[in-house]
């Protein structure tokens, strides 16, 4: 069992940033490059779902809805992921969760709360297009 431990969650308002660390613990550097890492979030009610995932080799994949506002990375050498997320909206809040997978066997982390507050006095904004 990886041992996982997030950190950086917390309260922004929407438009800011706030940065997300996971520590593999327990594991040694050979250990940790076999895992693919991720993050995912879960709200009250719903299932969890996946943000972003980095792979042992390859390019990272994230979810259409966080796609150019957020970012994972691994550090292979001090055995950690991060996720930095901008642009935060108000739909963004959740609990985060790291995630370790090997195998088809997934590890977790305890999960770190996000809450992104919109701005006074602002709704979030909806989109309006219009065709000819």
């Known amino acids: 069992q990886v041992q996982l431990v997030e950190s950086g969650g917390g309260l922004v308002q929407a438009g800011g940033s706030l940065r997300l660390s996971c520590r593999a613990s327990?594991?040694?550097?050979?250990?940790?490059?076999?895992?693919?890492m991720g993050w995912y979030r879960q709200v009250p009610g719903k299932q969890r779902e996946l943000v972003a995932q980095i792979p042992t080799r390859g390019t990272p994949n994230y979810a259409d809805s966080i796609k150019g506002r957020f970012t994972i990375s691994r550090d292979n050498s001090n055995k950690r992921v991060t996720l930095q997320m901008n642009d935060l909206k108000p739909e963004d809040t959740a609990v985060y969760f790291c995630?370790?997978?090997?195998?088809?066997?997934?590890?977790w982390g305890q999960g770190t709360q996000v809450t992104v507050q919109g701005i006074p006095g602002w709704g979030q904004g909806t989109q309006v297009t219009v065709s000819s």
């Open positions: 995630n370790a997978e090997r195998g088809g066997i997934p590890s």
């Open positions: 327990r594991l040694i550097f050979s250990e940790f490059i076999t895992y693919n």
